[in-house]
């Protein structure tokens, strides 16, 4: 899990790590994907869902 604050903000697998205390990505990236997200250069993320603050919401309860 890392931080990203790119279009991740209203991805639905988006969401606040109370350990780390900021929002991380929970999806499980490869390598490879995993440097890419670091690095700044993930913007076409093969898993970005669309998820607005009701949808986010439902997921968590």
Same mark, same amino acid.
């Given at each position: 899990?890392?931080?990203?604050?790119?279009?991740?903000?209203?991805?639905?697998?988006?969401?606040?790590?109370?350990?780390?205390? &900021?929002?991380? !990505?929970?999806?499980?990236?490869?390598? /490879? *994907?995993?440097?890419?997200?670091?690095?700044?250069? &993930?913007?076409? !993320?093969?898993?970005?869902?669309?998820? /607005? *603050?009701?949808?986010?919401?439902?997921?968590?309860?």
């Amino acid at each position: 899990m890392f931080e990203n604050t790119s279009k991740c903000e209203d991805c639905l697998y988006y969401e606040y790590d109370d350990e780390y205390g &900021f929002y991380v !990505c929970d999806m499980d990236l490869d390598e /490879d *994907e995993t440097a890419q997200f670091i690095g700044g250069r &993930f913007q076409n !993320c093969p898993y970005y869902r669309p998820g /607005d *603050e009701y949808t986010i919401v439902r997921k968590q309860i």
